[in-house]
């Protein structure tokens, strides 16, 4: 019996399961069905045409926390997944298992599909399928072969390749539906169309299996894929809870401020390096590929053509969620609000030698265009954060906030306007830029400000550099991160001020 490898466990990015729900889970019998049935396709570098797939290590525990049971009811757990891994790391072979197990031995009258953004790419998976039972006596005694469907006769289940056309797809009653390199899907209708047809199934699962790819769709939007890793990451963090939801995403420890030219970057991204993967392959393609194209495809990291906004991993490295506002420290609110779709922000910052970047509240909305910001509730949370801080002053752009402005200001709150001009903001960002890079500033490691500063990118023309959507008309936020950089301005100016009057403790 061969000693199946190690690769790198967990990754980056990974929902949490309990001991429990994996003890009770279906992963052991769908790794024992894939080594027993499932058959190497290809030949390369894991093995030859024809030979019985082995599973590593980090394949069999991905199916263990994949295929997880509820304590309470013994129901799957998760109804929606996307994983995530570079090029050639097994994940068509992984996923044709799985098709195949729930086409012979998850449920009668199963369907079976598999997706992709065109009939070509949709074909892979299937593909790959369809070969495995035609090598496999057991798979071939079972299933009935057809162009582009196969089928169990003796339980009418069905396993067909679908193409991106979701009108087409009305009626259709999935059990599992494995969408292959999700990041190719030109909008969202297959998907919905696909999770809405779930709904009549006890324990459906729609599987995403992707590298990276691009951020926005061909209307400039987020695109699905990318929307699916950011709402991922947000799960694992505990920001939002989304317990039907699984996450697996495979890329450097250090995100995209990883040297990709580093092989120990390939061998955290790469979880079957050496094994499935051959590590020449990269050595190869390293020298020869863009690096966008290799940080995307080899490195699974998420790239964009705009400048960033920052450095790679330089606002983590000011992170510091141990130091706490207090009433003895002054400190200067910052608040930057949108009338409709978009989000409002309210950030502070401490007035002293460094100062501290805190997130006093967050009004967002993910896909939500037509959303109305909470005005009232705005203008209550900033009186609260008056009572409870030593504030020196409440700055914002006054578009279309100046009745808020006017109404706070005749309760004596200290409300300063900030407009958002070009002369204003170029200098800011200039400032705030420098503060982090040299680590004069600190903050609460605060999950929502960090996502909107990696939605921030750089506008540079002959009036200087400064902070923008990557696209103009994107719902991707930077409200926090345009707030961050007023605090701090206003931090740092007033604390060259002479001392005045306070507003902490306001009632």
């Not at 195949?100 to 998850?106: I, K, S």
């Not at 059990?175 to 999700?182: A, G, N, P, Q, S």
Request: proline letters at 5%.
């Amino acid at each position: 019996m061969s000693v199946k490898p190690r690769g790198p466990w967990p990754p980056r990015y990974l929902t949490k399961t309990t001991p429990a729900e994996r003890n009770r889970g279906d992963g052991p019998a769908v790794a024992e069905f894939i080594e027993d049935v499932c058959r190497i396709t290809k030949d390369c570098f894991a093995g030859t045409v024809g030979d019985k797939i082995i599973l590593h290590d980090w394949q069999r525990t991905l199916l263990e926390n994949l295929f997880v049971r509820r304590t309470k009811d013994n129901r799957r757990r998760f109804r929606q997944a996307l994983i995530g891994m570079p090029r050639k790391n097994g994940k068509s072979a992984l996923a044709s298992g799985i098709a195949l197990y729930g086409l012979l031995c998850d449920v009668s009258g199963a369907e079976v599909y598999s997706c992709a953004g065109d009939r070509e790419q949709a074909r892979i998976v299937f593909g790959m399928a369809r070969r495995m039972v035609e090598l496999d006596p057991t798979l071939s005694d079972a299933i009935r072969i057809y162009r582009d469907a196969l089928e169990v006769p003796d339980t009418g289940s069905i396993y067909r390749v679908l193409s991106s056309e979701a009108f087409s797809k009305e009626g259709l009653s999935p059990t599992i539906v494995v969408f292959d390199e999700v990041h190719v899907q030109p909008n969202d209708e297959l998907w919905d169309v696909m999770n809405l047809g779930s709904g009549a199934r006890r324990e459906p699962l729609i599987l995403g299996i992707t590298t990276a790819g691009a951020r926005t769709d061909t209307l400039g939007r987020d695109s699905l894929c990318y929307r699916l890793y950011q709402h991922g990451k947000r799960v694992c963090s505990n920001e939002i809870a989304d317990p039907t939801f699984f996450f697996s995403w495979w890329e450097p420890k250090k995100g995209t401020e990883a040297d990709h030219h580093d092989p120990k970057v390939w061998a955290e991204a790469n979880p079957g390096l050496g094994t499935i993967l051959d590590i020449e392959d990269l050595e190869s393609t390293v020298v020869r590929t863009s690096e966008s194209e290799f940080r995307t495809k080899r490195t699974n990291v998420w790239v964009t053509s705009s400048e960033s906004a920052l450095p790679f991993g330089a606002w983590d490295k000011c992170a510091d969620a141990k130091r706490t506002v207090t009433l003895d420290t002054p400190v200067v609110l910052f608040f930057d609000g949108s009338w409709s779709g978009d989000s409002t922000a309210l950030v502070g910052a401490t007035i002293e030698e460094q100062p501290h970047i805190f997130v006093v509240e967050a009004w967002e909305r993910e896909g939500e265009v037509e959303w109305r910001v909470p005005i009232l509730e705005v203008e209550e949370r900033i009186r609260q954060a008056c009572r409870q801080l030593q504030v020196r002053e409440v700055s914002c752009d006054p578009y279309r906030w100046q009745r808020s402005i006017q109404t706070l200001e005749t309760e004596r709150l200290p409300m300063a306007e900030w407009p958002m001009s070009i002369p204003r903001v170029v200098p800011a960002w200039q400032s705030f830029y420098e503060a982090i890079v040299d680590k004069r500033l600190t903050h609460d490691g605060d999950k929502r400000l960090a996502r909107h500063l990696e939605n921030t990118v750089l506008k540079r023309d002959g009036r200087g550099a400064r902070p923008t959507k990557e696209t103009r008309g994107s719902n991707r936020h930077i409200d926090l991160a345009i707030c961050a950089m007023g605090a701090h301005n206003r931090a740092v100016q007033l604390g060259g001020e002479p001392t005045r009057e306070f507003f902490g403790a306001w009632a």
